[in-house]
């Protein structure tokens, strides 16, 4: 085996002044490589121990395997631990770490991956530093270590658009209070036409506070924005699919397609020669699979056309509490009247988040339901194919209603005498201040309010229930009755380094 000291492009290229964002850990040493193969055994690194060999996410993706292809039952598809976890027979499954978190070695403690990347990476104050790649992806695999480079790659790519950001939002916040076309809308005597058939007319003047703050997200600088937004998007793809492929080659990734194994969840209505190499395989006919296409397809229409459901619903909703706040009072100077289109909005942006978060959890376990009926052969097409399902529901489901109110609101609503109406109601339209403030909100809510809930279940709600779990086995066991993979049961929910995000990610 031939070593090769290489040093990675990203490395190659940091400036002397940024020597003190390294990670500190010593990049790995890299070899060639290829599949295994027991007559050629020798040909490969650490042969001959035992221990070294295989890293930790090899033996943990070895044994997964293996426990992925053992059949519980005589029928056909019946088989593997995930399939056991799915249908709840067990609760969890997940490979033990090779360490403590914090070793004491004067303690007989082993120092390993675990403890490294703990000291290294997985805490607060190193957030400066960069992510020591080759032993994320040497303790947890190449798929979560990829997950982890995407992640820093896209959150170091945000800090320009950010403080392009900001600057302008500074600027809309100093000059909003000094627009001569805020000053006249606010001296106006305007007498507008009625919302609604029912509803009195109202002065222009009403709507000053909402004009003046809109001016801070649509000001002179958002046209510029979007413009370099447009660009950095652009260019941020095709930088990461640059990082992506030099990490694929790094790490040897490139071409595992061409020697992937079947899923042992494949089945198979008979066995047949292939026609390349003539050894016998499974063989799944292609009208069976297209009929699979169809009924998946037919169901994902179905969810999606839920979804437009859902935003007419809160279309009407919205319309409703408007005009419900402008009949609840005759003075036209009224808070209620003032406030209705910005308490109209909030509630129906917090309404929305709500469904969006119901909507997505109920079809991310019938995305998964669904791949499993199309019966893939490889792991790479089944991941495709329920990432395509799960991008494609929640991409319609999250921005659906942003798309309305920036592209199709306020079109088409008649004029004064002859409106169009919506189930009864006059067309939803932009106030005189146009839409961009209500979408502001709309996006501000739904992306805050996404954030902030998966936050609480993913850092909040697992350290409550590590505490909870590990307060009750301290009152039912003594710590030294307690075996090792017990612990990191009661500790899994809590750890940064989840052993349960192992299988989940993986």
């Not at 492009?9 to 020597?19: E, M």
């Not at 990049?27 to 930790?56: C, G, L, P, T, W």
């Not at 921005?399 to 919506?422: C, E, H, M, V, W």
Request: with cysteine.
């Amino acid at each position: 085996t031939h070593t090769i000291h290489h040093t990675p492009y990203t490395t190659r290229r940091v400036l002397p002044f940024l020597k003190l964002m390294q990670s500190g850990v010593p990049e790995e040493e890299d070899y060639f490589s290829a599949v295994f193969r027991m007559d050629r055994i020798k040909e490969f690194r650490n042969y001959d121990q035992e221990d070294r060999f295989f890293d930790h996410s090899q033996r943990a993706l070895l044994a997964f395997h293996i426990l992925n292809g053992i059949k519980y039952s005589d029928k056909e598809g019946q088989v593997g631990v995930q399939r056991l976890l799915n249908n709840g027979a067990y609760v969890d499954a997940f490979p033990l770490h090779d360490s403590k978190p914090n070793p004491n070695p004067a303690d007989g403690d082993k120092v390993g991956d675990r403890s490294t990347l703990t000291d290294a990476w997985a805490k607060f104050l190193r957030f400066y530093k960069m992510q020591p790649f080759d032993l994320i992806r040497r303790y947890f695999g190449e798929k979560i270590g990829l997950y982890f480079a995407w992640l820093g790659f896209y959150t170091m790519a945000l800090v320009f658009p950010a403080v392009v950001g900001v600057f302008i939002f500074v600027y809309g916040i100093s000059t909003f209070q000094d627009q001569e076309d805020a000053k006249q809308l606010c001296e106006s005597n305007l007498t507008m036409c009625p919302l609604c058939d029912s509803c009195e007319k109202w002065n222009l003047s009403a709507s000053c506070t909402a004009y003046k703050f809109s001016w801070v997200f649509d000001n002179g600088g958002t046209i510029a924005f979007a413009f370099i937004m447009s660009l950095w998007a652009s260019v941020f793809l095709d930088m990461w699919k640059r990082r992506n492929a030099e990490l694929a080659f790094d790490w040897d990734v490139r071409d595992f397609a061409e020697e992937e194994p079947d899923r042992p969840q494949f089945k198979s209505k008979e066995i047949r020669p292939n026609p390349i190499t003539g050894l016998p395989e499974k063989y799944y006919p292609a009208r069976l699979r297209y009929a699979k296409y169809f009924t998946t397809v037919a169901t994902v229409v179905f969810m999606l056309g839920l979804v437009i459901m859902v935003v007419i619903s809160i279309i009407l909703y919205r319309l409703a509490v408007r005009v419900a706040l402008f009949k609840s009072s005759d003075d036209p100077e009224s808070t209620a009247r003032k406030s209705a289109g910005i308490v109209s909005a909030i509630t129906a942006s917090i309404l929305n988040l709500i469904m969006i978060l119901l909507l997505n959890r109920i079809y991310g376990s019938l995305a998964v339901r669904l791949t499993d009926y199309e019966n893939h052969r490889k792991e790479s097409a089944y991941e495709s194919h329920l990432a395509f399902k799960i991008f494609l529901f929640q991409f319609v489901n999250s921005y659906s209603s942003l798309f309305y109110i920036a592209f199709f609101k306020g079109q088409n609503t008649g004029r004064p005498g002859d409106y169009n109406t919506f189930f009864g109601f006059r067309q939803d339209e932009c106030p005189e201040y146009g839409c961009l403030l209500e979408l502001t909100i709309q996006l501000s809510i739904i992306m805050v309010g996404k954030q902030t809930i998966n936050n609480i279940q993913e850092v909040v709600i697992p350290l409550v229930k590590g505490w909870c779990a590990r307060r009750s086995a301290n009152n039912s066991l003594a710590a030294t009755n307690i075996m090792p993979w017990e612990q990191q049961v009661q500790n899994r929910s809590s750890s940064v380094f989840s052993p349960s995000l192992f299988l989940s990610l993986s």
